[in-house]
Structures are given as C-alpha cells and as structure tokens.
C-alpha cells in the first residue's frame, strides 16, 4: 500500500503547487519601514538598562486589578485562551496578532487531545503523553499571562483615549515592548506591533520552560519528541474555507518546525505563519470565515468532520487511510473534545524577571516577504498516514509478545 500512499502525496503536492501560483497573485509584502524602525532601536537601546517602575492612581489601580481579573479568568484552558484572542481580535481588527494568536492556539488544542486521541496512547505511555500536555499547556498559559493584558490595556486606552502603556511594567511586561505599543498607538502599524509580540512572547517561555531542566528531561530530550521532529510531525496548520465551484471545502495553511527548541526557527515560523494568514488573501478570508463559524471544542473534527469524531475511539488495527481521505466504510479516527479529557491545571508559578537585558532580539526585527509554498493539507495528511503506518507496526510487533 506503500505506493498508494506515495502517489496520493505526489497528486497533493501538485494541487498544492497550483494553488500556490493562483494565490501569489493576492499575496503582499511585511514591510519595516526603517525611518519609523530606527527611533524604536534607540529607545530600546536606552531601556534594556532601565528599572520599571509605574506610579498608579485610584483609577489605574482598579483598572490594574480588573485586568487582572480579566486575565485569570480566560488562562482557565486552552478553550477559554483561543476564545479570549478571538473575541479580542473581532473587537479591534488592527491587533493582527490576536489572530494570530487565536489560531496556534487552536493548534496547541489539537495537540493537547492527540494524546488522548486514535493514535498517541498507542505509542506513547501514559506518564509521557501527560508530560507533553503539562508542557503544551505551561508554555500556551504564560503566554497568555503575558500578552493578554497588554491587549486588554491597549483596549481601556483606545476606550479612554490616552497612552496608558506606563502600566505594562505593572504586569512584568518586559521592557522591550513598551516603545512598539507606543508607536502603535502613534501609528497603527500592525505589522510593526505584531513582530514585536512574536519576539517578545517566544523570549518570554524560553528560559521558563523551554530551557527549564524538567520540560528538557521529559519531553525535550526524548525519543518520541526528537522523532517526531525527525519525521516532520510538528505541524502548526490553519484551517481556512477554499470554494471551488461553487462548493465551500477546508484546506490546511502552514508550516513544518524542525526543531522546536530553537528560540530563532520559533521566532521566524511566527513571522512566516503571519505573512501567511494576513499576506494572502484566500487565506486570511478563508480563515476568519472558519473563526466565525466554528468554535473551538480541541477536536480536530472542528475542521475536518469527514475524517474524525469526537464520540469515541473504535481500537480498529488496520489501514483506514489514504492521502487526503479515510477509506469507505471503515471508523472515523477518534479526537476527542479537550474539556471531556483534560482537567484544568493549576497556574504554574515561574519568576518574571525580564528577559530583554541585550539588543540581540532585535535581528528579528525584519520584513517578512510572503511563503510561496503555504498549502499544508497534503503534507498534514501524510503526516496522519506516518503516524498510522507507525501505530499499526508497533502493534505487529507486539503481537508475539501478548499470546
């Protein structure tokens, strides 16, 4: 059946080249404008020495604790987390990085229920499949405590109509963004804002967890994790609507991490997802179709109803794929809902020293020109195909053994 398999991802990858040279012609170009980036680079030359400090009055201070408030209660999942971007970006559409947000986000979830999902309890022990979920959820968690009130402060100063960006400090914010939302409320300039929160966001869980000593011995340093790397599994997808006579069908967007660990290969996927979702428009109109009809649940049946269920896994120890379709008459694969299987987990407590002590994070500050290869459907489902054909010959294997 090999060849099958082969065949089907050759006629992919060709459906995928011409949807690539169809959209090129939408496509555009992230541009830094460097009269504006140079003044930025100055202020944050000056204030990677500076000591934070915010001076409140009654109002700030009940406006800091409400967001705060506000903070905590939508860290409660990842449900709660993608809904939260979601709602904030439809609020304010210039936060291109809400969108962004809401859509890894809703990978992380995906990623989440995999392990309790067709294939992963299979191959993985139990102990290790709630390892990887601690460390999803940890990163995904702090990123959120970090960014969303910076989101929500920048909301109150649009509904006051003053700068009240003195207060990021009070949140731990790092230094390092305090002039970009400044120039952002000066100017606008989404594409300059939304580089800076990818930078900032992937400094701030590097050293937390990233590099924290448990998450590389448990989940980092594995097998499963490096193989997974080693045969292409790491795959952050966007779904979008595509309509092909007449007929609405959901393909994938995105892109394929190497190496995860890799502060700069996470900085520049950010980047390139973004010039993905916002830089080509049958993309980006096709996914905030998606966003605004299909609520997140974690399933990954959420986009593709065709191929997976939420109601249960079958235990079914044969082929039930090929390419891009799941064979007639056989069981859907099993992908639960994440609230039916993961418990919502206490907040971790990790310092908040800051990060930007260095200008080195500003080699990241560039312009982003447009992927030409986005379409990851046919890949995505080969990955699926991998990770079955894996499933099914560990099982072979351990045949012998269980008689």
């Known amino acids: 059946m090999v060849y099958k398999h082969l065949l089907y991802h050759a006629e992919s990858k060709i459906q995928s080249a011409a949807r690539h040279m169809r959209a090129k012609r939408y496509s555009s170009y992230f541009t830094l404008p460097e009269e504006e980036l140079r003044p930025i680079c100055r202020k944050l030359a000056e204030a990677r020495s500076e000591k934070s400090t915010a001076e409140t009055g009654s109002s700030e ?8 408030r506000k903070t905590n209660q939508n860290n409660r999942n990842n449900v709660t987390r993608t809904e939260a971007y979601r709602r904030m970006y439809k609020r304010h559409r210039e936060l291109h990085w809400a969108l962004v947000a809401h859509m890894v986000s809703r990978n992380s979830g995906w990623c989440m229920t995999d392990l309790k999902g067709e294939w992963l309890p299979r191959l993985l022990h139990e102990q290790k499949r709630r390892n990887l979920f601690q460390f999803y959820e940890t990163a995904n968690a702090l990123i959120f405590q970090d960014a969303f009130p910076q989101l929500l402060l920048y909301e109150e100063s649009k509904k006051r109509g003053e700068n ?21 409320w000066e100017t606008r300039h989404s594409v300059m804002l939304t580089i800076a929160l990818i930078i900032n966001e992937q400094h701030y869980i590097e050293k937390r967890v990233i590099q924290h000593t ?34 609405a069908s959901i393909r994938l967007a995105g892109l394929i991490l190497e190496h995860f660990a890799d502060i700069q290969e996470r900085i520049e996927a950010g980047k390139k997802m973004y010039a993905v979702l916002f830089g080509i428009e049958p993309v980006y109109r096709g996914v905030s179709a998606f966003m605004e009809k299909v609520p997140h649940t974690g399933s990954r049946r959420d986009y593709w109803k065709s191929l997976f269920t939420s109601s249960g896994r079958t235990g079914c120890s044969y082929e039930r794929l090929i390419g891009e379709k799941i064979k007639q008459g056989v069981p859907l694969l099993y992908s639960p809902v994440l609230e039916e299987v993961w418990e919502d987990q206490e907040p971790a407590s990790f310092s908040r020293e800051d990060w930007f002590h260095n200008l080195e994070g500003l080699r990241h500050l560039t312009s982003i020109p447009v992927p030409f290869s986005f379409d990851m459907t046919g890949e995505f489902c080969f990955g699926l195909n991998k990770l079955e054909t894996v499933a099914l010959l560990k099982e072979k294997l351990m045949e012998p053994s269980t008689r």
């Open 61 to 68: 201070k009940a406006l800091i604790e409400e967001i705060k």
């Open 214 to 247: 448990h998450y590389q011995k448990t989940v980092l340093e594995t097998i499963p994790f490096k193989g997974q790397e080693m045969i292409q599994l790491t795959q952050v997808v966007f779904p979008y609507y595509e309509k092909h006579r007449g007929r």
């Open 164 to 184: 009240l960006f003195h207060l990021l400090s009070v949140f731990k914010v790092s230094r390092f963004m305090k002039p970009f939302w400044d120039h952002f």
